[in-house]
């Protein structure tokens, strides 16, 4: 791995101009001529059919161009099935039957001249159902959940060692069960989506977090050829996962814009990002943890039941947080869902290990007060040499480092063993921590470069079908390639968003730095070398790179390169890891709790730019509070409906309820991730700051919350050591 100097430097995103002058153009802002504007129906029962709908008013509005409905709407055919027999993601062809499986499902689409007048007709559709009761209440139901995939050879179970030994060698024991609600992932912008046919041709402008995921559902849903189809997202206002596959509301949007050979664009309201674009399911996760007399772990059990819809299968693998996190020879981690008439659940930032971590460091918090040790010793107490759960070395883990840094910087000396040992006057002041990780995945990616020399100036334009979903990939992506050709960030230009361009992943699962900036190091190291060979100058020689251009006598040279991952990354185990130190603050007869204090430490390899990794971390730590302490779909379990429809009635937190937050890099180098030896960053943020809020609590209080959020009312409903 190469020593960067100018990578690590807190570069000003090179986009931020655009931004805050409203010329970043997203999703719903592209100035398309002729374009109608459509506007989604939705069902008002969780389960039934559609006895009759009735369009003759809506037809009759002013600005009406069409009301598509399953009456009229193209036959797309069978939806493609899986191996669990259930839709493929993001490829359920929509309006084909008057079925209703979940509450708010797209029943029709109207199409008019303008959004408010598509609007306003929508209210004049009526409808009468045929109603059935739904499958809505988790306790209810949760006894009917299923093994998912059960023809996997690994399938979704996994173990080592003897569960029942572990159990019979520990001496302590942990055995609790952790609820985590349904989350809504809430981004600042919308999901809006435009569909323009020319001829056979489809252009797609769509807060898409992966293009070619898009792309992939659309030829399907349309039995079209992929490469008829480009989609567009130069800027995308936050996804948080929620944007990483095609919704049905962009399948309504390509059906109109087909039907009527006319543009369309469709962007949903904020009520419908609550029922139409995923969600966090709740998960219930039972934890049985074993200890001997020498504090080692001898049993872990993580087993999590959730549910998923009744046409489509969605599992979140929380327990796999548990697989490699801590050293544990005896394991069983399950999986289970059941079929609910509710929205199929999808990946929400940290997938798996948002939940799962909250589980685990809050049962290691409750085993090391059992045996009176301090949560950190007791952690490196159990720190595995290797992955437990592959046997194979790790490509870096600095855990134990951001734990102990941590602790210094925090200082964890102020915390006293015995809880309820430090009031002031009506507070019970308290401190807690977690450790965390993520996996830290790597995903192959092509780059192009086009040099151009002007006088004394080189300029370089780097272009890739990457996305940036708020998380600084323009800025990083300028800055790798100033950095490996030698020139300033601000005499590069960055193209990404656009599917036509070279293929990358797209961002998600915390692989977008690594990836967009291995793609350009590799492409700028092409050019490079090939301008060396025209120029028949050694390899090794350095050259600034516009005298390398006059020494091939060219001002303009162009080539595309692929990142490939390195030989033996297969070799190792990826992860990356941090630490979260927690104060907060109880009133135990109000229930009201403040966190004064957030201090984090990351291990993540290179650093690209410490401002933007430093924001990422950020809001990881407030997605971690708001998971903790105020966010939850409430729905109602006797309809199927939600009682939290917008961000009114869905809290997020604000300015007030952030105390101060600190956070660390720890210096660490990892030589087989990548090219870049860089980590993922944005989802170890949230991993575990739910579990380190909650130690806190029960380190102020004595009480353990094990079902979040925290809200007042759980806060003082708890007894001591009782969960509610």
Request: aromatic share 6%; proline share 4%.
């Amino acid at each position: 791995m190469k020593d960067y100097k100018l990578l690590g430097s807190p570069e000003s995103r090179i986009e931020g101009y655009l931004k805050v002058t409203g010329k970043a153009k997203y999703s719903a802002e592209f100035p398309i001529p002729n374009a109608l504007y459509g506007f989604p129906v939705r069902s008002t029962i969780s389960k039934g059919s559609i006895a009759t709908i009735d369009t003759e008013k809506a037809e009759a509005s002013e600005g009406v161009v069409k009301i598509i409905t399953y009456k009229n709407a193209l036959d797309l055919g069978e939806d493609k099935k899986n191996d669990s027999g259930k839709i493929s993601e993001g490829t359920r062809k929509v309006l084909q039957d008057n079925v209703i499986k979940s509450y708010g499902q797209y029943i029709g689409i109207v199409v008019a001249e303008t959004f408010e007048q598509a609007r306003a007709a929508s209210r004049m559709i009526e409808v009468t159902y045929n109603e059935e009761k739904p499958v809505i209440s988790f306790e209810e139901n949760r006894n009917k959940a299923y093994k998912p995939d059960p023809g996997r050879p690994s399938g979704i179970d996994t173990s080592r060692g003897s569960l029942e030994q572990g159990i019979n060698e520990a001496t302590t024991m942990v055995d609790e069960v952790y609820n985590t609600p349904i989350e809504v992932h809430n981004p600042m912008e919308p999901h809006a989506t435009i569909a323009v046919f020319e001829g056979e041709k489809l252009t797609i402008y769509d807060t898409s977090q992966m293009l070619y995921r898009t792309i992939d559902a659309v030829a399907e849903v349309f039995s079209m050829p992929k490469e008829d189809i480009k989609v567009i997202a130069t800027f995308i206002g936050g996804g948080f996962g929620s944007k990483l596959r095609a919704w049905e509301h962009v399948m309504l949007t390509i059906l109109a814009a087909k039907m009527l050979d006319k543009p369309v664009k469709t962007a949903i309201t904020r009520q419908m990002m609550q029922t139409n674009a995923g969600m966090r399911q709740h998960n219930r996760q039972h934890i049985r943890l074993g200890a001997n007399d020498s504090a080692r772990l001898t049993a872990l059990a993580h087993e999590v039941v959730s549910h998923t819809a009744v046409d489509e299968l969605y599992v979140e693998k929380s327990g796999y947080y548990s697989r490699s996190m801590y050293a544990v020879p005896n394991t069983l981690v399950t999986h289970r869902v059941y079929d609910t008439n509710i929205q199929v659940p999808s990946s929400m930032r940290a997938p798996g290990e948002a939940p799962g971590s909250f589980a685990l460091e809050s049962a290691m918090d409750e085993m090391a007060h059992k045996l009176n040790m301090d949560p950190i010793e007791f952690r490196i107490k159990n720190e595995p040499e290797k992955d437990p759960h592959t046997d194979k070395p790790w490509s870096s883990r600095s855990l134990i480092e951001c734990m102990k840094v941590g602790a210094e910087k925090f200082g964890w000396e102020r915390r006293k063993q015995e809880p309820r040992s430090n009031p002031d006057g009506n507070w019970l002041i308290g401190y807690g921590m977690a450790g965390a990780s993520r996996g830290a995945p790597y995903q192959q990616a092509s780059s192009r470069l086009i040099l151009n020399k002007k006088g004394d100036e080189v300029t370089a334009t780097v272009e890739m079908a990457a996305t940036d979903i708020g998380t600084g990939s323009y800025t990083i992506i300028a800055q790798t390639a100033a950095n490996t050709l030698g020139i300033p960030v601000d005499q590069v230009e960055v193209h990404i968003g656009d599917s036509s361009l070279p293929k990358t992943p797209g961002s998600g699962g915390s692989w977008g730095a690594g990836t967009f900036s291995s793609a350009a190091d590799a492409v700028c190291e092409k050019v490079i070398k090939d301008l060396k060979e025209k120029a028949g100058i050694a390899t090794d020689q350095e050259i600034s790179i516009g005298d390398l251009l006059d020494a091939a006598k060219l001002d303009t040279y162009k080539a595309v390169a692929t990142a490939m991952a390195d030989d033996d990354a297969s070799n190792y185990s990826h992860y990356s890891f941090g630490a979260h130190f927690v104060e907060v603050w109880v009133d135990e007869k109000l229930g009201i709790v403040k966190i004064p204090h957030v201090l984090s430490t990351a291990a993540v390899g290179t650093v690209l730019n410490q401002k933007t990794a430093r924001s990422q971390v950020l809001g990881g730590i407030i997605f971690g509070l708001g998971q903790a302490m105020t966010e939850e779909t409430l729905l109602d379990e006797r309809y199927g409906s939600y009682v939290t429809r917008t961000l009114a009635d869905y809290h997020v937190p604000v300015n007030l309820d952030i105390g101060k937050i600190d956070l660390h890099f720890i210096p660490e180098k990892d030589e087989h991730i990548n090219r870049m030896g860089v980590k993922g960053i944005g989802e170890l943020g949230i991993s575990s700051v739910a579990a380190a809020i909650t130690n806190a609590i029960f380190n102020a209080t004595g009480k353990r919350a094990r079902n979040l959020p925290v809200t007042p009312a759980k806060m003082i409903a708890i007894d001591e050591s009782v969960a509610v």
